[in-house]
């Protein structure tokens, strides 16, 4: 099969890929914060019990990842993402119909379970498949779409709220996914370049001609029995959790200093833009700078925009903060996959990547909730934000030993 000349069909695949991230991964996970203030004062409940609402989306999201490399092994990439990205928002649009916390719950069961049919692991394996060049690159753009999709919507979502109050949000958030991204999964995607008659970007490896390639890299048993597996996954977690915090925080976090819920939307807003142009950066960076240096330098980025949260006297602090995360909450993203591929290879990746996300799954499941709750035993978020940029500071150490282990490995 030859390349078609012309715009590579897999940039297609990339660009559903940020649909996907714009609509879904950001409304699901990036802005409940703008709603945290107006439901809890509703239901009469605490912060941290909003935020087990993202604990149960993670939990769902993580049973998937666990199993994916079952799931995609058996059933089409293309069909499963079909199939969940029309049944989730139907059950986002429940929320608008909520009357208690605990029908929150069981709704954001079924949208996580969804999003792990078609959210990180399954949009990772399509550009695995799609890409042998520019990995990075295709990674970082697909990725982007959570945080340009949060600089856009954020404010919009914000005002919103104020004008037509919370359960309304819901229903037209729903509405939009569901127009902007079904026709994406339904249309635009495709399992494997030779679906289209093409190569992967970048041409197929050498191979016998009409043999099949055989993929470079393991088994996820032959994973399991490596050390600096078991140590990369809870470094996975420790890192989601401390991105999903700054994430999902900045919004209250800011109101709580005294400024308007506008404002304070349009700061997470604005977190949100600086991480979409961070993911760019960050592909192109992997793919010239390689691992170690750019996944030191990307948790270097999440302790010191931590220290600046919790040192925020004033706004310059803030903003600082603002832009020093980008490169550290992209790498939840961007350089997990990369990561993976490169200590494990393409073999089995599915399989291995599904833990990875699982894992950082777990992070995202508890990562806001501890902050909550280390807010409502101090009544300020200070505390999390310094206990977070500690617990990353030990992870570029860890990381830096398993990253070691794993080239004497292949060596």
Aim: hydrophobic share 50%; glycine share 8%.
């Amino acid at each position: 099969m030859e390349s078609k000349k012309g715009l590579h069909y897999g940039w297609l695949i990339v660009f559903s890929c940020f649909m996907i991230m714009s609509l879904f991964l950001c409304i699901v996970m990036n802005c409940p914060g703008l709603f945290l203030i107006s439901v809890t004062e509703e239901f009469g409940i605490s912060r941290s019990q909003y935020t087990l609402n993202t604990t149960v989306i993670s939990v769902a999201m993580m049973i998937i990842s666990m199993n994916a490399g079952r799931i995609f092994s058996k059933f089409s990439v293309k069909k499963v993402m079909m199939v969940s990205s029309i049944v989730l928002p139907i059950a986002y649009f429940f929320f608008s119909k909520a009357t208690s916390i605990y029908m929150f719950y069981v709704i954001s069961a079924i949208v996580g379970l969804c999003m792990g049919l078609c959210g990180m692991v399954p949009m990772s394996t399509l550009i695995t498949r799609w890409f042998n060049e520019k990995k990075g690159l295709a990674t970082g753009l697909a990725f982007t779409g959570s945080g340009l999709g949060g600089m856009i919507l954020q404010p919009i979502i914000g005002k919103l709220i104020v004008n037509v109050g919370w359960r309304n949000t819901y229903a037209i958030l729903a509405a939009l996914m569901f127009v902007l991204v079904v026709p994406c999964t339904v249309f635009i995607i495709k399992d494997y370049p030779s679906d289209k008659g093409l190569q992967p970007f970048g041409g197929a490896p050498k191979a016998v001609e009409n043999a099949p390639v055989a993929e470079d890299g393991m088994t996820l048993a032959q994973a399991r029995k490596k050390a600096y597996f078991w140590m990369f996954l809870p470094l996975v977690t420790l890192s989601s959790a401390a991105a999903c915090s700054m994430v999902q925080n900045v919004s209250p976090y800011v109101t709580d200093l005294g400024f308007d819920p506008t404002v304070a939307a349009s700061l997470s807003a604005l977190s949100l833009g600086v991480l979409a142009a961070c993911k760019v950066i960050l592909g192109q960076i992997y793919d010239k700078k390689g691992s170690l240096f750019t996944t030191v330098m990307s948790l270097t980025c999440l302790v010191a925009a931590a220290a600046c949260y919790g040192s925020a006297v004033n706004t310059a602090f803030l903003y600082a903060g603002i832009f020093i995360s980008g490169l550290g909450i992209a790498y939840t993203t961007v350089g997990y996959p990369i990561n993976t591929q490169s200590m494990f290879g393409k073999k089995d990746y599915s399989a291995i990547y599904g833990n990875v996300a699982s894992f950082s799954s777990i992070g995202t499941a508890i990562g806001s909730p501890i902050t909550s709750m280390i807010y409502d035993a101090t009544g300020s978020y200070r505390m999390a934000w310094f206990m977070w940029a500690v617990v990353n500071a030990v992870a570029i150490v860890v990381f830096i030993a398993l990253h070691k282990m794993a080239e004497k490995d292949k060596n």
